[in-house]
């Protein structure tokens, strides 16, 4: 007798989610679930709800005000936003990687540094391991590793990104979202960040944010395609792109609009 699957419960389950921006809605019946481990992009026209789509895994969006949510974001069954969720570990549990590299004016070490510090993380020691073990995570440790007291303003922008990432893995999330984190970057430096990408869902579940649809078929596993705050059509990667569903989803990505 064949062994049954074992179904997994997603790491991100999403139902019904409308956003305001005051009285604007920014998102319409969003649900969707993402599955541990992969990597999911976001595609979409400028101003279509991917961005303000995400925050909302994190609850970044309350940081702007008149915000108004409803329906339910669930990560590992957990609604984030029970009144009981602790938003400094949800943020800690999801991190975040933003479009342009936004290295703290510190050096490399103390960017690094900076998130198992204030969780109460002091022994140099364990510093130290996470830190390497965090540059290493982001491909970046055999370019820094000898100066790790410069600051961290002085690498490329590329290397700021994945000092970044490196950033954000210290505190080991266990969520990764990147709004458009190559979009500043030269073609070497995303090609980098892409292998990354590959190397770091085996640890992580990641959701990404981009206009760069060719990027988004060569990293992802899944694909959701938003417009006008809806999400259109969401499928495995090669069948979204291959075999779209939806004739607003073939239009966007034949390049009719968009």
């Known amino acids: 007798m064949a062994e049954q699957a074992v179904l997994t419960q997603p790491a991100i389950q999403v139902e019904n989610l409308d956003l305001f921006y005051g009285e604007k809605q920014a998102l319409?019946?969003?649900?969707?679930?993402?599955?541990?481990?992969?990597?999911?992009?976001?595609?979409?026209?400028?101003?279509?709800?991917?961005?303000?789509?995400?925050?909302?895994?994190?609850?970044m969006n309350e940081l702007i005000p008149g915000v108004g949510i409803q329906g339910s974001i669930r990560l590992y069954g957990q609604d984030i936003y029970d009144k009981n969720i602790d938003v400094e570990m949800l943020r800690k549990q999801v991190g975040m990687v933003f479009q342009a590299p936004n290295p703290f004016p510190k050096s490399i070490y103390d960017n690094i540094a900076y998130g198992p510090r204030i969780h109460g993380i002091k022994n140099k020691k364990t510093l130290d391991e996470i830190v390497e073990k965090s540059l290493r995570q982001a491909a970046l440790w055999d370019e820094v590793k000898d100066r790790l007291?410069?600051?961290?303003?002085?690498?490329?922008?590329?290397?700021?990104?994945?000092l970044?990432?490196?950033?954000?893995?210290?505190?080991?999330?266990?969520?990764?979202?990147?709004?458009?984190?190559?979009?500043?970057?030269?073609?070497?430096?995303?090609?980098?960040?892409?292998?990354?990408?590959?190397?770091?869902?085996?640890?992580?579940?990641?959701?990404?944010?981009?206009h760069n649809?060719?990027?988004?078929?060569?990293?992802s596993d899944k694909t959701a395609f938003f417009l006008n705050g809806e999400l259109i059509e969401y499928d495995d990667t090669e069948s979204l792109f291959s075999n779209p569903g939806n004739k607003k989803t073939e239009d966007?990505?034949?390049?009719?609009?968009?």
């Open 252 to 258: 966007y990505i034949t390049g009719r609009f968009g």
């Open 213 to 219: 649809m060719q990027q988004a078929a060569r990293v």
């Open 28 to 59: 319409y019946g969003v649900s969707m679930d993402v599955q541990e481990n992969t990597v999911t992009a976001l595609i979409g026209p400028s101003g279509c709800g991917k961005s303000t789509y995400l925050r909302t895994l994190n609850r």
């Open 149 to 162: 007291k410069d600051r961290a303003t002085g690498l490329s922008g590329g290397q700021q990104q994945r």
């Open 164 to 210: 970044c990432i490196a950033r954000a893995l210290a505190v080991e999330p266990e969520i990764v979202l990147m709004d458009e984190p190559t979009s500043a970057l030269d073609p070497i430096s995303t090609a980098k960040i892409e292998e990354l990408l590959q190397e770091l869902k085996g640890r992580y579940t990641i959701v990404i944010v981009t």
